[in-house]
């Protein structure tokens, strides 16, 4: 267990830790009314800033799930709600071999969102920091 443990902490921080040790962890999936506030942004087209580097990406975002996901878009991953409130969420997320990560949206508006992502991929580790707002349809 203590293993365990340790590797919650290491991947998911103190407070992924305390909701694993008391249980309160719980897959994605298993808490279908759960993320309410990521149904609340409107779908389309989002421009997704980086707040420290200024390079931006543009996506479709149909599922905003999307937004937990940034860097492990592709890969199947097993989710962990950490907090799930009416303005921000964080949640956990494993995806084997192809890493891990832990991401916080905050949502301002709507349409803007403030995005904190880190983990792994591929072996080594990432940090973001991103601004995301939708600026239309998709294209």
């Keep these: 267990m ?5 590797l919650w902490k290491y991947r998911y921080g103190l407070a992924g830790t305390a909701m694993m ?3 309160f962890a ?4 298993a808490q279908t009314p759960g993320l309410a506030m990521l149904g609340q ?3 389309g087209g989002w421009q997704l800033t980086d707040r420290d580097g200024g390079t931006s990406q543009r996506i479709c975002l149909g599922d ?3 937004l937990i996901q940034i860097r492990h878009q592709r890969s199947a991953c097993t989710r962990f709600v950490v907090a799930d409130g009416n ?3 964080t949640v956990g997320y494993d995806c084997g071999t192809a890493g891990y990560g832990r991401t916080t949206i905050r949502r301002e508006t709507n ?3 403030q995005i904190e992502t880190q983990g792994v991929v ?7 920091s991103l601004e995301g707002r939708r600026i239309g349809a998709c294209s």
């Excluded at 203590?2 to 340790?6: A, R, S």
């Excluded at 719980?26 to 999936?29: E, H, L, Q």
Aim: aromatic share 4%; net charge positive; glycine share 6%.
């Design 87 to 89: 303005a921000e969420v």
């Design 2 to 6: 203590q293993m365990i443990h340790n």
């Design 111 to 113: 349409r803007l969102v």
């Design 64 to 66: 905003t799930a999307q």
């Design 21 to 23: 040790v008391a249980g």
């Design 26 to 29: 719980m897959p994605v999936a």
């Design 41 to 43: 942004l409107e779908r």
């Design 122 to 128: 591929r072996g080594a580790p990432f940090s973001q």
